[in-house]
């Protein structure tokens, strides 16, 4: 039974959960890019780029995890690389002491700061990836 | 091998559909911005600290560090951040020259101006480094980011 609700779960809160933090950033490309821009880990030619098309990588990885089943295990794992990649982020901004906000859920001033609390989540969130992108359903039968 | 095929049909579609919004979108941002000339990547470039809003905040409530406003005065008296002290960059060297109560070197500090898009509050950060203060931090984000955030603005000299 949890074998089956399990990745179903996941897959409906990772998915709502990345379709709920593209909004922002879709509707503020350059309050996203100077979030980006803060991170100070980009070649700063491409942080425009990286505020254009993030946004678009999270709801259409989020999209086809809620709405096309044939693309679920692949939109799983490409929100678990996104996560892995923002989870590095943020912890190179803590190591180096940066004070910077997030910019992961909202793009308010003064709202999300990165901080320890940002990398706990973000490794719930992984393992919620990690659940959805498995899919008992798929496996072949064990021989018996 | 499937599995990349889509993975990689996703990452296309997404990217796809990115550039063709920003190329329809009035005001569609630039693909390169000119974030070399940014006053944080300058602050960055000169190793000159950053301070965020919650540090800011942190000043605001404890009164440290020393928030010092780097806009002229008549734009400090029509608001400024809650306990700062106008120290107008182009007034600062007569002002630190002539202070009665010498400030202490290490004394902790954030400059700031109006908005990301002035560079006083960086200017007044050089300056003071230049002149001996150690630990100086900049806020670039200044009062509009601050009021963006719903901090109360203090009026008045």
């Known amino acids: 039974m949890t074998r089956r609700w399990l990745p179903l779960l996941s897959r409906w809160l990772l998915g709502l959960l990345f379709l709920a933090a593209s909004l922002p950033k879709l509707a503020a490309p350059p309050d996203l890019a100077l979030a980006i821009f803060r991170y100070h880990l980009l070649p700063l030619g491409l942080v425009n780029a990286a505020a254009i098309l993030l946004p678009w990588f999270e709801l259409t990885a989020a999209a086809a995890l809620l709405l096309a089943p044939p693309l679920r295990r692949a939109a799983a794992l490409l929100l678990l690389a996104l996560l892995a990649v923002f989870t590095a982020a943020i912890a190179i901004d803590l190591h180096r002491g940066i004070d910077i906000a997030c910019g992961c859920f909202s793009l308010k001033p003064g709202i999300g700061r990165a901080s320890a609390w940002s990398l706990l989540r973000n490794a719930a969130l992984m393992t919620l990836a990690v659940l959805a992108a498995w899919t008992p359903a798929n496996k072949k039968p064990c021989p018996a | ?157």
């Open chain 2, 1 to 157: 091998m499937k599995l990349i095929l889509q993975m990689l049909a996703l990452t296309l579609a997404a990217a796809g559909l990115g550039a063709a919004v920003n190329a329809a979108r009035p005001g569609g941002l630039p693909w390169r911005g000119d974030w070399a000339h940014h006053v944080e990547n300058r602050a960055w470039q000169e190793h000159i600290r950053l301070a965020g809003l919650a540090t800011v905040r942190a000043a605001v409530r404890a009164g440290a560090p020393l928030l010092l406003d780097a806009r002229p005065a008549a734009d400090f008296r029509a608001g400024h951040l809650p306990g700062a002290r106008s120290l107008p960059f182009e007034l600062a060297p007569e002002m630190l020259a002539s202070l009665q109560v010498p400030i202490a070197r290490d004394q902790a500090m954030v400059t700031y101006c109006a908005r990301n898009d002035c560079d006083e509050g960086l200017e007044l950060a050089r300056l003071l480094r230049q002149v001996g203060y150690t630990n100086v931090l900049l806020f670039a984000g200044g009062l509009g980011e601050w009021r963006a955030a719903g901090g109360a603005v203090e009026r008045g000299p």
